[in-house]
């Protein structure tokens, strides 16, 4: 059977919670891009829809 050390576990629950978090940052963040740009061509406002376009080309693809 394989043992780690508690500092060892630790360490890895806390960058699996980190990586969890960013993952759900992302998302949020995505979606909300998402809405600005749906916004921006419902106003025909082709500076926001240039603007938050590339914001969620800069983010990457999260799915």
């Known amino acids: 059977m394989f043992f780690i050390s508690r500092s060892i576990y630790e360490l890895i ?3 699996n919670a980190e990586a969890v978090l960013e993952q759900a ?3 949020f963040r995505w979606q909300q891009l998402l809405q600005k740009i749906d916004d921006a061509l419902d106003r ?5 829809f240039y603007e938050y376009s590339a914001e969620l080309i800069g ?5």
């Open 13 to 15: 629950l806390d960058a």
């Open 25 to 27: 940052i992302r998302r």
């Open 44 to 48: 025909r406002d082709e500076r926001a």
């Open 59 to 63: 983010l990457g693809n999260d799915d």
